[in-house]
């Protein structure tokens, strides 16, 4: 895929948001938060979605 983990969660964070997936957003933000994205990223995110 070419991407690097911290890049794969901002693409699944807003597709989790968009189909309102609690699983995908509970699990992904975890692994998000290990590799570097915050809180304000993360709402950004929630923006994109």
């Known amino acids: 895929m070419g991407l690097s983990v911290r890049e794969q969660e901002?693409?699944?964070?807003?597709?989790?948001?968009?189909?309102?997936?609690?699983?995908?957003?509970?699990?992904?933000?975890?692994?998000?938060?290990?590799?570097?994205v915050d809180d304000t990223e993360l709402d950004g995110l929630l923006g994109a979605g």
Do not use: T
């Open 10 to 36: 901002r693409v699944i964070l807003p597709m989790g948001c968009q189909y309102r997936s609690n699983y995908v957003w509970k699990r992904h933000v975890l692994v998000a938060r290990e590799f570097g």
